[in-house]
């Protein structure tokens, strides 16, 4: 049986992948990122049991990451450029833990600015063409969207810049002669740790049929259409203070007065589904216990 490389097997587990992040503005892309990439430095025991930095971009990733998650320094906002190949490409590499046989691979991504969602709602796409280019150029896709301000506004202008993107790569991925159906696509939503959310994170599909509607729509008739790989997951970069839920979250304000969310406790920082998304994307396993690790 010929396998596509999203359904490898366990044994086979080596060598890369290249996904493509897209998420709107303030969604929480830099914070999970930086969460991945520093998470195994601080905590041995997650499904992760190291994470290598494979280039300098990565490494000086890492070092700003280590604020963010170790002082509660707030995350900036990622500026946004019209050239996406002068964007750093974060490579690295996840060794994962002696219960998945510490099997490794290496993934690479860029962290992209949410003012490109912004675009993609405008369906403004001209402007956006080299960006469509590298998206229909990866093996998958990582679309982060913040499940906590669940206004029906909101879900409109999700679905709105989610129907512009899958009319956008549907036509790349055909005039490049790449089958729609070998590109997995994983739905992740932040800040899962924050009430509203944290019930609901094993039952996800409840959670968007409830609260994002026009959104939950719109990927069931991506899904159907491409009969592509889709998959729902929950994140937190911040995670919950130790076993009674709270969120590991203060507010504070920005010094042009917008109230932006901080690690509170730097020492209780467990952040949970990172791994789960990026496992799924490369492997097309779905693991129960990756949902719910920290790492
Ligand atoms: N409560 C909570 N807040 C978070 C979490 N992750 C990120 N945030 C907050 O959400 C805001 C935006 O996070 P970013 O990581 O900068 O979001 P982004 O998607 O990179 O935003 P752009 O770069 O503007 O596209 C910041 O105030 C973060 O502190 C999380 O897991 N929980
Ligand atoms: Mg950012």
């Given at each position: 049986m010929?396998?596509?490389p999203f359904q490898?097997?366990k044994e086979e587990?080596?060598g890369?992948?290249?996904?493509?992040?897209i998420?709107?503005?303030?969604s929480g892309?830099?914070?999970?990122l930086?969460?991945?990439?520093?998470w195994s430095?601080v905590r041995?025991?997650s499904?992760?049991e190291?994470?290598?930095?494979?280039?300098?971009?990565?490494?000086?990733?890492i070092?700003k990451?280590?604020?963010i998650?170790k002082?509660g320094?707030r995350?900036?906002?990622?500026?946004?450029?019209?050239?996406p190949e002068s964007?750093?490409?974060?490579?690295?590499k996840i060794?994962?833990?002696?219960e998945?046989?510490?099997?490794?691979f290496e993934?690479?991504?860029?962290?992209?600015?949410?003012e490109?969602f912004?675009?993609?709602?405008?369906?403004?796409i001209?402007?956006?063409?080299?960006?469509?280019?590298?998206?229909?150029?990866?093996?998958?896709?990582?679309?982060?969207?913040?499940?906590t301000l669940?206004t029906?506004?909101?879900?409109?202008?999700y679905?709105q810049?989610l129907?512009?993107?899958e009319s956008?790569l549907?036509s790349?991925l055909?005039?490049k002669?790449?089958?729609l159906?070998n590109y997995?696509?994983a739905?992740?939503?932040s800040k899962?740790e924050?009430s509203g959310?944290?019930?609901?994170r094993?039952?996800?599909?409840k959670?968007m049929?409830?609260?994002y509607?026009?959104t939950?729509?719109l990927?069931?008739?991506?899904?159907r259409?491409?009969r592509c790989?889709?998959?729902?997951?929950?994140?937190s970069a911040f995670?919950?203070?130790?076993?009674d839920?709270t969120?590991?979250v203060r507010?504070e304000k920005?010094p042009?007065?917008v109230?932006v969310g901080?690690i509170?406790?730097?020492?209780?920082?467990?952040p949970?589904?990172?791994?789960a998304p990026?496992?799924w994307?490369?492997?097309g396993q779905d693991?129960?216990?990756?949902?719910?690790?920290?790492?």
């Open positions: 010929m396998l596509s490898r097997q587990l080596s890369s992948t290249e996904f493509r992040m998420g709107p503005r303030s892309k830099t914070a999970y930086a969460a991945l990439a520093y430095q041995k025991n499904s992760i190291s994470i290598t930095p494979l280039n300098d971009a990565t490494q000086n990733f070092d990451a280590e604020n998650l002082r320094d995350v900036a906002g990622t500026d946004y450029t019209d050239n964007i750093p490409e974060y490579e690295i060794t994962m833990n002696a998945f046989n510490h099997q490794e993934i690479t991504c860029k962290d992209f600015a949410g490109l912004t675009k993609l709602q405008n369906k403004n001209t402007a956006i063409e080299t960006y469509l280019e590298e998206y229909a150029q990866a093996s998958g896709l990582f679309i982060m969207l913040e499940g669940s029906q506004d909101q879900d409109i202008r679905a810049g129907a512009n993107l956008a549907k790349r055909r005039s002669k790449k089958s159906s997995p696509i739905i992740v939503w899962a924050m959310m944290w019930n609901y094993r039952r996800i599909p959670f049929n409830k609260k509607l026009q939950e729509q990927l069931l008739r991506w899904k259409e491409w790989p889709m998959n729902y997951f929950f994140c995670g919950v203070k130790g076993d839920a969120p590991n507010p920005r042009d007065g109230t901080v509170d406790d730097t020492e209780l920082w467990q949970f589904g990172l791994i990026i496992y994307l490369y492997t693991i129960a216990e990756l949902r719910d690790l920290e790492g």
